[in-house]
């Protein structure tokens, strides 16, 4: 069974920061392009980061440069997305996503439509 399950949503003040973590079964991360999504209140959804880690390529939204980091954990099967200087214009529900490893480039890594794993989502607030 396909399926991809985040956690460590949380409500932290601002400033602070926060590690959301996404489990993945039935297929391995590490071939995969694996992306983190979010979707704040009465906006659409937009990319944050992505990885292929056997190219060795990730890529962020500007928003976040300097302040997030996406990362694997191969043995575990995991993606985890490490968040730093928070503000309110972070808040939102948090996805981790994966896609064909081809879809890990400049053009498309942020293109929803190149993902066809979702999971349900987890909700970071800040105050």
């Known amino acids: 069974h396909v399926q991809l399950v985040e956690s460590g949503g949380d409500s932290v003040q601002a400033g602070g920061s926060l590690k959301l973590s996404c489990a993945a079964s039935?297929?391995?991360?590490?071939?995969?392009?694996m992306g983190w999504f979010r979707q704040a209140p009465g906006k659409e959804r937009e990319g944050v980061a992505a990885?292929?880690?056997?190219?060795?390529?990730?890529f962020y939204a500007d928003s976040v440069k300097g302040r997030f980091t996406i990362s694997q954990d191969n043995a575990r099967n995991t993606l985890s997305l490490q968040m730093s200087s928070l503000s309110s214009e972070d808040v939102a529900t948090y996805y981790c996503?994966?896609?064909?490893?081809?879809?890990?480039?400049?053009?498309?890594?942020?293109?929803?439509?190149?993902?066809?794993?979702w999971g349900q989502g987890t909700q970071v607030t800040v105050s």
């Open positions: 039935g297929f391995t991360v590490s071939t995969h392009c």
């Open positions: 996503a994966a896609a064909d490893w081809r879809a890990c480039t400049s053009a498309v890594w942020d293109s929803q439509a190149q993902y066809n794993i």
């Open positions: 990885m292929y880690v056997l190219a060795g390529t990730k």
